[in-house]
């Protein structure tokens, strides 16, 4: 008995996943081409998105911001677009800036890296370097995580009592008679602390310092969801998730929130909030990274979707037909 | 070093990578031994950085230069506390894990370990999850009842105060939704209790209903995975094809 | 009750001077008290192991329940005394924090010790056995070896050898310094990049196999997926809800949001607003339980540990 040759709708329930692989990989390259990257989406911002750029445009010129950056190559796919933009719109705000890490080892590597690169795509567009010691501090690494968060809640000058150099005297000094430290007594005067991760360490900080300093977090999609029970009940004040929250705040760097064009057309309404407003950035760069992938990520979610639909059609169709 | 070398060098080392994530990557064709010589080289680098990473990162720093002191131009920055050197002893007690005879000794830097650990959970639970309790205490019952929709106050034209007026109520529609809410956690929460029996129908549906609200929050955590994963391939197409193309050109275009 | 303060840099018996002969001394009776106390512990009977156990987790746990529960310093000055012994008490759990902050890492990378001598034990055994994939092993064993070395001698280059921290400039690196370059940015944290990315083609290919509408519960689990993932295809969601709001404003109805109350027939069907309806009222709920349960679960295994309760937890 010769074996039944399989249907057309069996067959698509079976192609061979190397082909989807390719696939994946076709759909994903050919939008970073030049001729696709340069064109930016549409996009519209979501409220968690919204109120992370709101906090760190309201912080004041001048004011210091805590930056925890745990995140390795690893996920640079969604964090590097986060901290570029960081970076970017606490430069053109004039804000200064403590970034330390409490995850892993390899992290201070990776900021100075980026830290690095906006200095230097600031110093081609003939703008001010921000320099370590009068505008930033590098604290780099503090092991166990829950200790040293717990000890930045109840004495952050003890716990920060690492010396860096001065570069007008060449010596190593304390970080809290630096511009950067000096007026910082107590974590609650920052003017914002940024958690940028891929793991739960924000969870940490939301246990530990929530009450105590104004908590945004800039994190992966894997574990964006669990961020918004803290945002939810206002224990983080806002959250840039995954690559679509590095594209929304790329997107709110340019069109602002709530902020009306020269037409008087407000591009980013912020329902519920209207009374609210947050600036574009006016100097740098403000559509970057998170732009360039989004094309390809539209790509490779429609094709996950397409995957799925056949798969489920193939199945139904296949058993009617044996039915 | 001079520009050239050094993009030379970025040259080499993105080929490098890049040859080895293409080597990880053939697993996705079919595993080969190609693929497992670059995955027994991730794993040694992952290891033996993890021995370099342990003293450079974390036991030169906290306890080594701890235990003794700073010297800064022959004046003393941190004084030397030599008490430290007890954890040295504690820590190797865990070595004695493969003495038969005294590998209880092992359980004492655990114990000092987990001690640690279960006694931050306390503060931590309450300051975790006490907000959230406090914010899922949804008002259910509607304030005013004129109308089933809260009234649109975007363009309106009210005065301040009155949009004040109207925020300040809970209309129908949203006592429907934080009843929602409220309904959604209790059902979920009750999924995990497995110290009584679920007899009566009320209980075993409240349960069901749990399961399928569950159902929706991992549905929303696989929709973000996929995002965080894809965003993760896209960044390695973007290095294998463009980084890498840049680095060559930057040695042979100049 | 100073004696463990960490901010007075005053040289006294807890805080010697740096590289004194002094500093050597009291490291090495301090080794050697360790090393009595151990061979004490070694001939304890068997009665008392619970017991020692037991009292170093709850030592260890009571510092954290002390912090928390035990009214803490304000506007505490430098140089400032207690008034009270229980003023006392608060300034030194402040003072000693930052030291036990540091313990847990200290022990635990003193402990990971024992996974790398797995990891040599198992591969090291291959090798001398000729087990059929030893080439592999020598391969593994060859790149932790090479990048240890390499990692060891850059750290002392730039630690103790570079004072003016010229090696920050790659013009300045040398032979050691571009190798560990390469061997930790150039490979490790490009393979560790390419390993988390093929996960997504494994999604991909089980979702296209797997994700199927059999049961109710994955139907729901699918449709909750798929509104989120349509959500974050912002192009999609634009075009879609400025049709919405075209067809509302030809039928003249008000725009409105449904999450925060407002109504408006035709914005539920746009699809930010369902996908924010959604995550406000149905997914946040969800996840918030399943944080509870763990969070329940954490705190009951914790007190458990702590009160030495765990039958078969860390005691013996």
Known sequence: MTPEKPTFFEKIQNVDKRILYLILIVLTTIPLFPMFSSIVLPNEPAPHSQAFYYQLMSVPEGKTVFIQSDWTLSTRGENAGHIESLLRTVMSKKLKFAIYTVADPQAPGVYRKYIQSVNAERKRAGMKEYKQWEDYVDLSYFPNAEGTLNAIGSDVRKIFNKRVKDPASGKDRLVFE??????????????????????????????????????????????????????????IKGASIGLKGAVDVEYMMKYGLNYPDSTGKIKVPWSGKEELKADPVVEGMTIARGSLYFMSFHAAIALLILAVTVGNIGMFMARRKKA | MTQSQIDLFNAIKITCGVLATLGLY??????????????????????????????????????????????????????????????????????????????????????????????????????TNGPQIYSSMQPVIPTETTSFFKPITTGAGFTPERIAEINAQIWPSQAINNFIFVVTLLAAFTYFVYSIELKTPVLKGFNKLGRWMLMIGFGAIFGSTVMARFALVIDRMYYLWFEWLESIMRVFGR | ???????????????????????????????????????????????????????????????????????????????????????????????????????????????????????????????????????????????????????????????????????????????????????????????????????????????????????????????????????????????????????????NVPLANPSIGEAGALNFLKISNIASWVTSFLQTPALRAVDFGIGLGALAMGLRLWLGLEKGGVSV
Not at chain 1, 194 to 205: E, H, K, M
Not at chain 3, 6 to 11: A, E, G, L
Request: glycine letters at 8%; aromatic letters at 12%.
């Open chain 1, 178 to 235: 630096s511009p950067v430290l000096k007026d910082v007594v107590k974590v609650g005067d920052v003017g914002l602390y940024v958690v940028i991760t891929a793991s739960n360490s924000f969870d940490r900080t939301v246990e530990r310092l929530s009450d105590k300093t104004k908590v945004v977090v800039m994190c992966t999609g894997v574990i964006g969801p669990s961020t918004l029970p803290f945002f939810q009940s206002g224990q």
């Open chain 2, 26 to 127: 053939s697993v996705l064709y079919k595993e080969t031994k190609f693929f497992r010589f670059f995955e027994h080289v991730f794993l040694g680098l992952a290891a033996g950085y993890a021995i370099v990473a342990l003293w450079k990162e974390t036991l030169y720093p906290t306890w080594w230069l701890k235990m003794t002191g700073v010297m800064n131009e022959g004046v003393m920055a941190e004084p030397a506390y030599w008490v430290y050197i007890i954890l040295l002893p504690i820590g190797l007690l865990g070595y004695f894990v493969f003495s038969k005879k005294h590998n209880w000794l092992s359980r004492i830097p655990i114990g000092i370990i987990l001690g640690l650990w279960a006694g931050q959970q306390v503060q931590i639970w309450w300051q």
């Open chain 3, 1 to 251: 009750m100073d004696f463990l303060a960490q901010v007075d840099p005053r040289v006294n018996f807890w805080a010697t001077q740096p590289g004194s002969v002094e500093m050597w001394l009291k490291i090495l009776v301090g080794l050697v008290i360790s090393a009595g106390a151990i061979f004490a512990l070694i001939k304890m009977p068997t009665r008392g192991r619970r017991p020692v156990v037991m009292a170093f987790t709850f030592l260890c746990g009571l510092f954290y329940v002390l912090l928390w529960i035990w009214p803490s310093p304000l506007n505490r000055k430098p140089d400032e005394i207690a008034r009270s012994p229980a003023e006392g008490v608060s300034f030194l759990l402040a003072d000693t924090l930052p030291i036990v902050a540091t313990i847990t890492n200290i022990l635990v990378a003193i402990l990971l010790g024992l996974g790398v001598y797995s990891l040599i034990r198992l591969h090291g055994g291959r090798i001398i056995k000729r087990h059929a994939d030893r080439g592999f092993s020598v391969v593994l064993l060859v790149s932790m070896l090479t990048i240890t070395v390499f990692g060891y001698l850059d750290w002392g280059m730039r630690t103790f050898g570079d004072k003016e921290g010229k090696l920050l400039d790659i013009a300045n690196w040398g032979f050691v310094n571009l190798g560990a370059d390469l061997l930790f940015d150039g490979l490790l944290q490009q393979m560790d990049s390419a390993m988390f990315s093929m996960i997504a083609f494994f999604i991909l290919s089980a979702a296209y196999r797997a994700f199927r509408i059999r049961s109710v519960e994955s139907t729901v689990l699918m449709a909750s997926a798929l509104i989120l993932m349509v959500s974050l295809l912002s192009a999609v969601v634009v075009v879609w809800n400025g049709n919405v709001t075209n067809l509302a404003a030809a039928m």
